[in-house]
Structure formats: C-alpha cells, structure tokens
T-cell receptor, first 113, second 111 residues
Framework: DVKVTQSSRYLVKRTGEKVFLECVQD?????MFWYRQDPGLGLRLIYF???????EKGDIPEGYSVSREKKERFSLILESASTNQTSMYLC????????????FGPGTRLTVL | QKEVEQNSGPLSVPEGAIASLNCTYS??????FFWYRQYSGKSPELIMS????GDKEDGRFTAQLNKASQYVSLLIRDSQPSDSATYLC???????????FGRGTSLIVHP
C-alpha cells in the first residue's frame, strides 16, 4: 500500500516563526502536492512538484515555499507564519499521469498564535 | 477557470436507503473523475475513479459519468451510518495530473 506520512499531526507556532512541514511517500511517485483545507473553502492547492527540484505554484502560493531535494520528500515552508495560515495542511502524491489517483497523508493541523 | 460544483448538503438519508451525490464540472476537456470520502478530522481517501461515459460499480458504490452533460454522480446503495462523511468530487483534464476538487457534500446516514 502507498503510504504518505507527514511529520506532525498537530503543530502550534507563534506569529513570525518559520515553520517546516514535511511529507514523505514510499511508492516512488513522481508527483507531490501540498493543499490546505479550511471549512467552507474546500481543498486549495498551494504548490506541487512533478520531479525532484521541480516545483510549480498552485492557486494560493503566497506566504509559502517548497523544497523537493529527494523524490520521496516534499517540504512546505512558511517563512514567517501568520494567523491566517492556521489551517489543516494535507500532502498528497500520485504516480505520474492524469488517470492516477492522489494518495493523501494524515494531515497536519497547524495553529498560529 | 475550471470549476467543480457540489451541493454542500448535508444530505440526510435513512439507513438502508440509496444516497445520491452529484457533481458538475465546467471544463469540457476533463478526462478523469474521482470520488474521495473524507471522515471528520481525517484525510481524503479514494472510493471510485471513472474515465468513460456510463456506470461503474464497485460493491455498494456506483459512479455515473455523463460527459455531454458534464456531470458525474456517486450512488451509495444500502447506506450505512459508517458512510456518514464528506464526499469530494475531483476532476482532471486530459494530459494533466492536477485535479480540481469540489468543496464536498456532507452525507449523514441516520439509523
């Protein structure tokens, strides 16, 4: 079974802190994604990556950056956390093509105080 | 802009009934369609995928696709309380691995 893991289930940070969220998948998937999910707004794509060191902006990249140094690992970075970044963050991966489903990690509930 | 629309619900059905969840999409070149189930506090998991017009059945679940009318639906037969969750519809255009998600429909199955 594909497994996508995220570094933390719950995280509490203070405004202005630098925050790292890590995601690891174990099935040699090409594509990796970071979403945030907020009540009433659904899943919103922050960044995605289709290969090592390759990254593309999603719908809401402002305030975030990403890193993909190894195929299995995709990190989301909040350079200076703000309260409006309090959210559920979900990482996902997919094999390669448009017919391939996404597999999601368990999510990280981030609270910025 | 690509849009995927779902009724937010909640859709409430009695145990044993058929639950019908609907999704419409705006991008005519969409080729891949997915239904994910998300329990409260958990992450989405795939239930069904469908790529061609018609019905696709898997156990109690049936996905229906009509590309001409640009809708995809999910039927859950013999609904159980354990089916209570939010159901997300996702649509990918041909040649793209990036799906657009709907905001989900909340389903409540009451005993």
């Amino acid at each position: 079974d594909v497994k996508v893991t995220q570094s933390s289930r719950y995280l509490v940070k203070r405004t202005g802190e630098k925050v790292f969220l890590e995601c690891v998948q174990d099935m040699d998937h090409e594509n990796m994604f970071w979403y945030r999910q907020d009540p009433g707004l659904g899943l919103r794509l922050i960044y995605f990556s289709y290969d090592v060191k390759m990254k593309e902006k999603g719908d809401i990249p402002e305030g975030y950056s990403v890193s993909r140094e190894k195929k299995e690992r995709f990190s989301l970075i909040l350079e200076s956390a703000s309260t409006n970044q309090t959210s559920m963050y979900l990482c996902a991966s997919s094999l390669s093509g448009s017919n391939d489903e996404q597999f999601f990690g368990p999510g990280t509930r981030l609270t910025v105080l | 802009q690509k849009e995927v629309e779902q009724n937010s619900g909640p859709l409430s059905v009695p145990e044993g009934a058929i639950a019908s969840l609907n999704c419409t999409y705006s991008d005519r070149v969409s080729q891949s369609f997915f239904w994910y189930r998300q329990y409260s506090g958990k992450s989405p998991e795939l239930i069904m995928s469908i790529y061609s017009n018609g019905d696709k059945e898997d156990g109690r679940f049936t996905a229906q696709l009509n590309k001409a009318s640009q809708y995809v639906s999910l039927l859950i037969r013999d609904s159980q309380p354990s089916d209570s969750a939010t159901y997300l519809c996702a649509v990918s255009p041909g040649g793209s691995y990036i799906p657009t998600f709907g905001r989900g429909t909340s389903l409540i199955v009451h005993p």
